[in-house]
């Protein structure tokens, strides 16, 4: 039953780069909707350093109609200052970006705490975080002050929405807004939480959509998909992104192959699945 199993995902795979060929990344890609973002302290000089910094990117069970998938992000940052100054700083992060369509797309529900107390952000303009020569996409802004010596904990959370094609999606995160802070970032863990099971089937590690492909040294642990950095110097190479199955398309992979284990002899689930 087990090979049975495998033969069917291996099929299925197959039947869906048929029906989706991969296309050269100079082709058309399909609409960016805004990444997550490491906060970046603007233009300005700072003493201040990225000790740490924890990404979950928890990719939700059910997505409204019209997405290809929806996750909530929480991202955890240690920051201190190892000047011997205090440092008040306006620390921003993009919130939106130009689809490549002329749309521009926001995330959601974005709340940010500093040292666990909720903070009020303001609207700012930024630099694209696709088209970095684009000058009017909203950024988000908050005021932090550094005393020196002192680790400042930030944590930052919204929706973030999947782009592609059906029956493939992907998730951005981009690591190199963290570059402006003070040497290297101490250690990045970065989490992809999905609603099943992470496998080889559903994660694709080394096979590419033509638009999309997974960053190498994914770790595959049950639910979720996790890599490590350390005295990272970020830059675009090392921006995050996930392609995945559809979270849709594999919540009813899973749903037939549950029904084929009750019943093997049910043809009509076989024929689903």
């Not at 609207?123 to 009017?136: K, L, M, Q």
């Amino acid at each position: 039953m087990e090979n049975s199993r495998k033969a069917v995902l291996i099929l299925m795979i197959l039947v869906l780069s048929l029906a989706y060929p991969s296309r050269a990344r100079a082709d058309i890609a399909p609409p960016y909707y805004p990444p997550g973002a490491n906060p970046s302290p603007g233009s300005e000089t700072t003493q201040v350093s990225m000790l740490a910094e924890t990404v979950l990117i928890d990719v939700l069970a059910k997505a409204p109609s019209n997405s290809l998938g929806q996750a909530k992000v929480t991202a955890d940052f240690t920051m201190r200052n190892l000047g011997d100054e205090a440092e008040t700083l306006a620390v921003r992060f993009p919130i939106s970006a130009n689809d490549g369509r002329s749309k521009v797309n926001e995330i959601k529900n974005l709340q940010v705490e500093v040292n666990g107390k909720p903070v009020r952000t303001r609207r700012i303009g930024g630099a694209d975080p696709y088209f970095s020569s684009e000058d009017d996409i909203p950024w988000a802004e908050f005021d932090v002050k550094f005393p020196p010596g002192k680790d400042i904990n930030i944590r930052v959370s919204y929706l973030l929405d999947a782009t592609g094609y059906p029956p493939f999606a992907a998730f951005y995160y981009i690591l190199e807004t963290g570059a402006g802070w003070k040497g290297p970032i101490g250690s990045a863990d970065l989490t992809v939480r999905l609603p099943y099971e992470a496998t080889p089937q559903n994660v694709l590690l080394t096979e590419h959509t033509g638009w999309s492909q997974t960053t190498p040294g994914a770790v595959l642990d049950g639910r979720e998909v996790r890599w490590r950095y350390d005295k990272l110097e970020p830059s675009r190479e090392n921006n995050l992104e996930i392609s995945l199955v559809q979270p849709s398309y594999w919540q009813k992979v899973l749903t037939e192959q549950a029904n084929t284990e009750r019943n093997p002899q049910d043809g009509e689930a076989w024929g689903r699945l």
